[in-house]
């Protein structure tokens, strides 16, 4: 009835006297030996370590292979489960600076606990934004997504700066738009958000060390109220500003097609004043900042 040989039956019946049901489950059995185990997926590892070779910048998955004398497939099952991609990169900035801890210790006390009765300004500028105009829509790709698409080709029209003033209490920002990005407009910008304030109003401005914000003595010695903090050299993202410059990019500047400088002057005018309708106050998450990064190696990372 089952089509199988007596001793089959007979091994069968001996196995379940001797385990029960348990015994007519299928054994382990050894199989073939891996070809590409441990002691392989331990020479991917250590191959990304070195240089890669002639002619290429990095290594990719046939590199590998063929260094390794292995099968490109097995390569990319290494890659995968050690969630390791090659042709992704991420880039870092180092702050070498030698009061980094000093420096960032005053930034982030400004942000957790700020003086009494002041106001903590984070001021920077976003310069050379370009009005270019292009066409814009939506393309149907490959695999039937449909994602927002802009013609290759474009026209300039010219560039604008951006000076803002992030309220780091209550997110409240203050901008002025113009041509040039001298210290001069810097200190014009400063002019306008002391005004704003009030002239008794103490003031503590946080800035990255960009050259126009430096050698101010003159301006500041006539506004006693107002004190610079500094970031440290290479850590301008220690100011705040700058997520609200992201923001901006990202609702306003992405995709946008201007004519002229008017237009961008007009799209960016428009973001400021809805966003200052309801502003929100950035909260400072960070539990550590570090000035040096460590350049962890494969290995390392991967046990």
């Known amino acids: 009835m089952c089509h199988t040989r007596p001793n089959t039956v007979i091994k069968w019946r001996h196995r379940f006297v001797q385990q029960g049901l348990a015994g007519l489950q299928d054994a382990a059995r050894p199989g073939a030996k891996p070809?590409?185990?441990?002691?392989?997926?331990?020479?991917?590892?250590?191959?990304?370590?070195?240089?890669?070779?002639?002619?290429?910048?990095?290594?990719?998955?046939?590199?590998?292979?063929?260094?390794?004398?292995?099968?490109?497939?097995?390569v990319w099952r290494v890659l995968r489960q050690e969630g390791i991609c090659l042709q992704r990169q991420r880039s870092w900035c180092v702050s070498t600076d030698k009061e980094f801890s000093a420096k960032a210790a005053d930034i982030v006390?400004?942000?957790?606990?700020?003086?009494?009765?002041?106001?903590?300004?984070?001021?920077?500028?976003?310069?050379?934004?370009?009005?270019?105009?292009?066409?814009?829509?939506?393309?149907e790709t490959d695999n039937g997504k449909i994602v927002r698409a802009y013609?290759?080709?474009?026209?300039?029209?010219?560039t604008l700066n951006l000076f803002a003033a992030l309220e780091v209490a209550t997110g409240q920002v203050q901008t002025t738009i113009t041509q040039l990005k001298r210290r001069e407009e810097f200190l014009q910008?400063?002019?306008?958000?002391?005004a704003e304030a009030g002239p008794e109003q103490e003031l503590h401005v946080i800035l990255d060390n960009y050259c126009t914000h430096k050698k101010?003595?003159?301006?500041?010695?006539?506004?006693?109220?107002?004190?610079?903090h500094f970031t440290p050299t290479s850590a301008s993202w220690l100011n705040q500003v700058e997520i609200?410059?992201?923001?901006?990019?990202?609702?306003?500047?992405?995709?946008?097609?201007?004519?002229s400088t008017t237009?961008?002057?007009?799209?960016?005018?428009?973001?400021v004043e809805?966003?200052?309708?309801?502003?929100?106050?950035?909260?400072?998450?960070?539990?550590?900042?570090?000035?040096?990064?460590?350049?962890?190696?494969?290995?390392?990372?991967?046990?």
């Open 244 to 259: 609200w410059f992201g923001i901006l990019s990202r609702k306003a500047l992405r995709g946008l097609s201007a004519r």
């Open 263 to 271: 237009e961008l002057r007009q799209a960016i005018e428009a973001f």
């Open 35 to 74: 070809i590409y185990g441990v002691d392989f997926r331990n020479r991917v590892l250590a191959l990304l370590e070195q240089p890669p070779p002639a002619g290429q910048a990095g290594w990719d998955g046939p590199a590998v292979a063929t260094a390794l004398n292995g099968s490109v497939h097995a």
């Open 151 to 158: 013609k290759s080709t474009y026209k300039r029209h010219g």
């Open 189 to 194: 910008f400063m002019d306008q958000v002391v």
């Open 216 to 228: 101010c003595d003159s301006w500041l010695a006539k506004h006693p109220n107002v004190h610079f």
């Open 109 to 139: 006390g400004l942000y957790l606990n700020p003086p009494e009765k002041a106001l903590v300004i984070s001021v920077d500028e976003k310069p050379s934004i370009q009005a270019l105009e292009r066409k814009t829509g939506y393309v």
């Open 274 to 303: 809805a966003y200052t309708q309801h502003p929100k106050p950035f909260k400072w998450r960070k539990r550590e900042v570090k000035g040096s990064q460590l350049r962890n190696t494969i290995v390392n990372l991967c046990n």
